[in-house]
């Protein structure tokens, strides 16, 4: 990415960053400075992964508070998927199903250091990887994933809890990998 614009490398959602848009030096490439203010945001996102899904990407954060959303793709209270970090450095992915929502988790997130988080979901478990490492599992069999509606990195859809730090080296599948294609 630059200036303004978090590039989507295959389709058509690259994100529009909102705030002041840094970009710095990251852990594998150019990566995108997120003050506790800055986010990106695609308004009305298409061909987003409608039965399982994997993102991976590089975090360092700057602080612990509350929540930090690294990746929110939120449809209200009947649906949605979201990678968080909380105020204990506990590396979240959640499903929300029905109004419920599904976590898996992983402790271990501290400040000043990169890590290269991940979560998954493939039709059966919730799934969380932090450095390689599987968190806890929550089962949640043949949930569906709205596959439009609006992406957000570094922020949730209620534009609140923001990620203060950097982001590098984002990719989103539409497909459940394996810790080796993690």
């Given at each position: 990415?630059?200036?303004?614009?978090?590039?989507?490398?295959y389709?058509s959602?690259?994100l529009?960053?909102?705030?002041?848009?840094?970009?710095?030096?990251?852990?594998?490439?150019?990566?995108l400075e997120?003050?506790?203010?800055?986010?990106?945001?695609?308004?009305g996102?298409?061909g987003?992964?409608?039965?399982?899904?994997?993102?991976v990407?590089?975090?360092?954060?700057?602080?612990?508070?509350?929540y930090r959303?690294?990746?929110?793709?939120?449809?209200?209270s009947?649906?949605?998927?979201?990678?968080?970090v909380?105020?204990?450095g506990?590396l979240r992915f959640?499903?929300?199903?029905?109004g419920?929502?599904?976590?898996?988790t992983?402790?271990?997130i501290?400040?000043?250091?990169?890590?290269?988080?991940?979560?998954?979901?493939?039709?059966?478990?919730?799934k969380?990887?932090?450095?390689?490492?599987?968190g806890t599992d929550?089962p949640?069999?043949?949930?569906?994933?709205?596959?439009?509606?609006d992406?957000?990195v570094?922020v949730?859809?209620?534009?609140a809890?923001y990620l203060d730090?950097?982001?590098d080296d984002?990719?989103l599948f539409p497909?459940?990998l394996?810790?080796?294609?993690i």
């Amino acid at each position: 990415g630059q200036g303004a614009t978090v590039e989507d490398r295959y389709g058509s959602n690259a994100l529009t960053v909102t705030g002041a848009p840094a970009w710095v030096q990251g852990k594998r490439s150019s990566a995108l400075e997120l003050d506790g203010a800055t986010y990106g945001k695609k308004t009305g996102a298409t061909g987003l992964p409608s039965t399982a899904v994997t993102f991976v990407g590089w975090r360092y954060l700057d602080t612990l508070a509350n929540y930090r959303t690294i990746i929110s793709h939120e449809k209200g209270s009947n649906g949605g998927w979201w990678l968080d970090v909380d105020a204990s450095g506990n590396l979240r992915f959640t499903v929300r199903s029905g109004g419920v929502d599904y976590t898996a988790t992983k402790a271990g997130i501290a400040v000043a250091t990169w890590y290269h988080v991940a979560g998954v979901y493939d039709g059966a478990n919730v799934k969380v990887y932090l450095a390689g490492v599987l968190g806890t599992d929550a089962p949640l069999v043949g949930a569906s994933l709205d596959s439009a509606g609006d992406l957000y990195v570094g922020v949730d859809d209620a534009l609140a809890n923001y990620l203060d730090g950097l982001q590098d080296d984002d990719w989103l599948f539409p497909v459940a990998l394996s810790l080796a294609g993690i």
